[in-house]
């Protein structure tokens, strides 16, 4: 699904690249989990695979088709949903998936049914985004991604800030998006998300790829915890940036 080789990007004026020669292959119909302190890179990769960032060089293919000069076909394949709740809070829940089918190509009445399905929102579209508990936000934010039915979804902390149930309920949707064929690119600081859902797991750091393979190889030993794993390889200074 996802091939990249000798990725680079350095922002003007940093100290060192964001991305340093990052090569990575992400398999076709899979949970990726994507793991790193701040200032890893894990956001400027996501940024480079959602065509929202070009890369000072280096090559990205995403389902077949070259990033940097095929960017409509990757945004006609790849959805985001980002940390940030990405809807407008004044509208409806009904109101914010109509205008955003509207703008997404590839989007439909289907679509959008098959959302408001996935996301268990039916009793919930006439309330305002504003009004949502914090759980209904995230539901509504993940939905609107699916809306152009992506063949890549990337997630960017997808369970932040929400309670034990409504984190549940969106793993337990992301494992039935992966069973019908969609690649997950899955963001996240919670290593037991992570050990959940994900089969196989990157861990960056100062832009480059310390290790890649499933979580059970990545252990040392079987009861070790993946944040051991993490914390062993990113080592414990604390990260502020």
């Known amino acids: 699904m996802i091939d990249i080789e000798q990725l680079h990007k350095r922002y003007p004026g940093a100290a060192r690249p964001a991305l340093a020669g990052l090569d990575l292959r992400v398999p076709d119909g899979c949970v990726f989990g994507l793991l790193g302190p701040n200032g890893a890179g894990k956001t400027t990769l996501i940024s480079i695979l959602t065509t929202t960032l070009s890369a000072d060089r280096g090559r990205v293919v995403i389902d077949g088709c070259d990033v940097a000069t095929q960017a409509a076909a990757v945004r006609a394949r790849v959805a985001y949903a980002p940390q940030e709740l990405a809807f407008y809070p004044g509208l409806s829940v009904s109101e914010n998936l109509e205008l955003f089918a509207a ?55 997808p369970t932040a800030g929400v309670d034990p ?77």
């Open 103 to 157: 703008l997404t190509p590839g989007a439909s009445a289907e679509t959008v049914a098959a959302a408001i399905r996935i996301g268990d929102l039916s009793a919930h579209l006439d309330k305002r985004a504003l009004s949502l508990s914090g759980g209904l936000k995230r539901r509504l934010n993940f939905c609107i991604a699916l809306l152009g039915k992506p063949r890549l979804l990337c997630l960017d902390e």
């Open 165 to 241: 149930q409504s984190r549940n309920f969106l793993l337990d949707a992301v494992l039935r998006l992966r069973a019908t064929g969609v690649t997950v690119l899955y963001s996240t600081h919670y290593m037991e998300e992570v050990e959940r859902v994900c089969d196989r797991v990157a861990i960056l750091d100062e832009g480059r790829l310390l290790a890649c393979d499933t979580p059970d190889a990545l252990r040392a030993r079987p009861d070790e915890r993946l944040e051991s794993v993490f914390l062993r390889l990113t080592d414990t200074a604390l990260r502020d940036g």
